[in-house]
């Protein structure tokens, strides 16, 4: 009588397992031991720090150029509180489920609601993508490098770190360069700002310079959509899964999604001070880019000040890239049943890393297209994020309540109660948009 055969494990599963078992070994006795927050820290960071994209670093330069610190600084804060309640439910789908957040809605909700996320996640990704490539461009444009030099060093880059087929080695070299989003604080140092000045900002909320105005309004939903986007719960969810993480890892995935939210916040906030000497100074910087922005900032912050805000509008765009398209891929793999893990061989994974590097590439080349309206694009691009939340959240809370996904880990009241919070604020600001453009005069 012959034996059964053997399961064959996917080299996915292996590599993920070897992760699994260096993070069992790292518990420690101890609420969080040191050496497993470090194994399981990444995710959260790269989420929030992929998000302070290169259209997010330029929205909030222009808050600072045109409304100053006192209304923006705790206004940023509070955005990024709902960006981690947000996130902290989908990496809870994630642990609690093992599947990617795709896989989820179209298993939960059918494949018309799937297939309204994935077109919703899909065009939103694609146009963010287009606008990280601006952002690419401007900033590396600032020291006379060719478009066309930017786009294909910025490709060559998100190859290198998809070639070692190992979702750890990606993460780490990642995450090095997310790191990077600190070039701010040196910036909004050499801008000489006052510090009783941002305490008094940040401890008493100060009123709105000319009251809420369309375009006040416009900027507004703009930084909203620079901290909350519907590609960040696919991406979230999909990390935890591909790193192999659990419930066991709960505590430690909520400090790095804290971690993540207080690194991104505290850059976002350092943009905002760096351009803020163009308010003080009355300098009209509605519509400038990047290289236009460090060139204004120059007599404030200096040569070498002006060099480190365009590098980190260039580095801003490069992260955003790898993570934006990853979540594509991500997306794009769990709902066509292909592989879609940073773990697969590349021979194992092609349509994988396919979606991946094509969807950059094609964005890519559309920034280098002769009068392409590329500027139109990057305020934009936030906007509509903040508009398309709105439906994801609805997806998330509700299977963040399904008993027979989540189990113990389901939502209790607080959550419900802050998750419909946010979902309610959203579709306020939804509508003030809305309002703001279809009667502007309400607003003057």
């Known amino acids: ?39 399981v820290l990444g995710p959260g960071v790269l989420v929030f720090l992929g998000e302070n994209d290169a259209p997010s670093m330029l929205s909030y330069a222009a808050t600072g150029a045109q409304f100053g610190i006192g209304f923006f600084l705790p206004f940023v804060l509070v955005t990024f509180a709902i960006a981690w309640v947000v996130q902290e439910m989908a990496a809870r789908v994630g642990l609690a489920t093992g599947q990617g957040h795709a896989q989820l809605i179209f298993a939960r909700f059918g ?19 287009v606008t990280e490539f601006i952002g690419i461009r401007a900033g590396l444009g600032f020291f006379g490098v060719a478009p066309v030099v930017a786009v294909a060093g910025t490709l060559a880059v998100m190859a290198l770190a998809i070639s070692t087929a190992r979702y750890r080695r990606w993460e780490q070299m ?36 000319g009251g809420f ?26 990390a935890v899964t591909d790193k192999g993480l659990t419930l066991r890892d709960l ?26 000497p163009l308010f003080a100074h009355g300098i009209s910087a509605g519509n400038f880019q990047a290289a236009q922005f460090a060139e ?27 993570t934006i398209a990853t979540a594509s891929a991500y997306a794009f793999g769990e709902v066509i049943g292909h592989a879609h893990s940073l773990n697969n061989r590349l021979r194992d994974g092609w349509l994988f890393y396919g979606v991946l590097l094509g969807s950059a590439v094609l964005a890519g080349l559309l920034t280098l297209l002769p009068g392409a309206p590329l500027e139109e694009i990057v305020i934009l691009v936030n906007v509509v994020a903040t508009l398309a939340m709105p439906p994801a959240l609805l997806f998330l809370l509700v299977m963040v309540n399904d008993r027979a996904l989540m189990g113990a880990a389901r939502n209790g009241v607080l959550g419900n109660v802050v998750g419909i919070g946010v979902t309610v604020f959203l579709i306020g600001c939804g509508l003030a948009f809305g309002a703001s453009v279809v009667a502007p005069s309400w607003f003057n």
Request: glycine letters at 10%; charged letters at 10%.
């Open 1 to 39: 009588m012959s034996e059964p055969p053997h399961a064959v494990l996917a080299p996915e599963d292996i590599q993920r397992a070897r992760d699994r078992q260096a993070i069992e070994q790292s518990r420690g006795r101890g609420f969080i031991g040191l050496r497993m927050l470090m194994l």
């Open 111 to 129: 494949r018309f609601w799937g297939g309204f996320a994935m077109l919703d996640l899909i065009a939103g990704n694609f146009l963010t993508l």
């Open 174 to 209: 990642t995450l090095g360069l997310a790191l990077g989003n600190a070039i701010f604080l040196p910036v909004a140092l050499l801008a000489h700002p006052s510090l009783p000045a941002i305490g008094q900002a940040l401890l008493r909320w100060g009123p709105l310079p």
């Open 213 to 238: 105005k369309p375009s006040s309004v416009t900027l507004m939903i703009a930084d909203i959509g620079a901290t909350v986007t519907p590609w960040m719960l696919f991406f979230q969810q999909g």
């Open 251 to 276: 505590p430690s995935v909520r400090l790095d999604i804290l971690i993540g939210s207080v690194l991104a916040a505290l850059f976002a906030m350092a943009a905002i001070v760096a351009t803020a």
């Open 296 to 322: 204004a900032l120059q007599p404030y912050v200096g040569p070498i000040g002006a060099s480190l805000f365009a590098l980190g509008i260039f580095e801003a765009g490069l992260v955003a890239a790898i």
